[in-house]
């Protein structure tokens, strides 16, 4: 059972978040803020990140109650999973749905899916064709169209005049644009602090900035750029995101706009950046970006974005359609969500780690014709007969066990790497089995050990929103605002950034990196 671990100082707390004692992988900080305000009260002129000491508000941390008395422990658990039994029991009985039965057996696998569809090759040629010859800067408009911007400049305004008393401000869209492109510069042109962009020191001076926009100006556009409408917020309670929720339907529909044409997608989290106070924030032990809020993104395994939407704790009702969420798993619905633009299921195949991964869900998918691979956890594959860890891990490297469902037509396999790993597919196959190399626990030299064909396929098409993430941290945006939202606006412009330059360099000859894109 949890308990709470109290802390007389907050570096204490933070000294303890980040040692080796804490066992758990996420922690939601929900810091006492005014959700009317826009704005934070800290200092947005510096570019630097600011150190993980400065986390604003409590931090709450979870830790498991450490018994060392093996009866009661194993009396605890006994209960534990009893209580588990009764709850599951009647929560299948609530919800009407009947649990679905598995008929594991050790055979090769079977599937019955229908044929490939062509339409990922023809939704290709309908993108090379259409982008084709066109500079970066006009493949970027594809996705931050004129249109949405003038959509950001009425809102901007009615801002400023409605609740900053404003009532002249105005703004076009040359000087959005501009203000756009300072953001996009200042991924690859990094100083301490963004006034001095406008500073005329030798040392420091940025003639092409200068020349565009005085830096008065910039701050203004700044304090003041706005992308829904606050008077419509009362009527936008279910959705916690509503501030950002146009911008990111937006962006969406322009990443989407010409279908989906990866055969190859995965499903993943992206984390961005932010410090400051909001219930959004997430910390997430282990990852390179550990504070900020979640992502969930749908990639082709070239790292292009086809959806993603933000994380905005748990909910009842979907903020963006307003329909009532059922009552399956977090990782089940997301998975769903994001595979909603996908019209072909026939022609796409989909992974996910084992977060979102579950017997159920590949079921589920195979019924939509979705082939889906992912890793999966012990307790999330119906009961399968497959070794335990703690047995299978004193085989040889690269044994693997294996058993197939009959009766849904699903495959789950335990293969022997470093550690014992678990996958489960609708779809894919163990042989033929390949060859890779790894080293041996204290020895230099590597030895070659096999591989089942669905756990090389999954390692080779499951990085699609890494290699995004690997794009976009290159060069970031680096100005900071006081507004809650603008970390998740600067991220979906660089977003849009690192989809020009996937997509320019898949229908044109000529490559060129990120930042000669930016």
Known sequence: MP???VFKTAEEAVEYLFSEELESEMIALRPEVDELTDEEGFNDTETLDPSVRDVAGSIEISVPYE???DHREKDLSNKSKKRSCSESGSNTHKKGKKELIADWKKVPPNYNFSDESNASKINYEKAVSTLEGLSPIEVFEEFLSPTYLEHILTETEKYAKQWKNKPDFSLTTEELQTFIGFLIFSGY???SSERDYWSDEEDLIVPILR???TRNRYLEIKSMIHFADNNEAKSQTNDRA????KLITEMNANFQKWGIFDKHLSIDEMMIRYYSHHYFKQYIKGKPIRFGYKMWALCGSNGYCYNFDLYCGKEVVDAASTVVLSKEPLGTRVVKKMLQPVTDPNSHIVYFDNFFN????LVDLRKSGFRATGTIRSDRIQHCPLEIDSTFKKTSSGSHDFYFDEKNKITAVKWNDNKCVTLATNF??????????RREKGKAEKNKIEQPCLVNNYNKNMGGVDSHDWILEKHTIKIRGKKWYWPIFSRIVDMAVVNTCVIYNMVNAEKKSIKEIR
Do not use: A, G
């Not at 509503?242 to 929720?245: A, D, E, L, V, Y």
């Not at 894919?428 to 190399?437: G, M």
């Open 3 to 5: 308990r709470k671990k």
């Open 67 to 69: 018994n060392h008395d």
């Open 189 to 191: 042109h990094t100083l």
């Open 211 to 213: 020349n565009s926009m």
């Open 242 to 245: 509503f501030k950002i929720r």
């Open 358 to 361: 579950s017997y159920n869900l």
């Open 428 to 437: 894919d196959i163990i042989e033929p089995l390949t060859s890779v190399s």
